[in-house]
């Protein structure tokens, strides 16, 4: 919990994005080695992968904070503390994610 109040406290001053995976769903396999294929954003990015089945609280806590609705696999970018870009399933691809920089 204190991984994910450190990576929205970060996302005040630098871009954050955050993947929310299922290490038992082979949607969010596809998914995670799509976006670690397609991955190709500045350092300044700083990436955090959260394991659903060993944090669901954290991933709950996410939810609730951004007021997002839980999904797995899902990809969130926040700057300034805002969620700007969020996506799911077969539609999250990091490529996506240049448009906002």
Known sequence: MEDWKMAYERSKT???VIFKH???????????RLTEQ?????????????DLLIHRDVSDAIASDLKLQHQSPQLIYL???KVVHHANHSGIDPVDLKTYL
Do not use: H, Q, Y
């Open 22 to 32: 299922s290490t038992r769903c082979s949607v969010s396999r596809m998914a995670l």
């Open 14 to 16: 630098a871009p954050v």
């Open 79 to 81: 700057v300034n503390g």
């Open 38 to 50: 397609r991955w190709d954003l500045p350092e300044k990015i700083e990436a955090f992968l959260l």
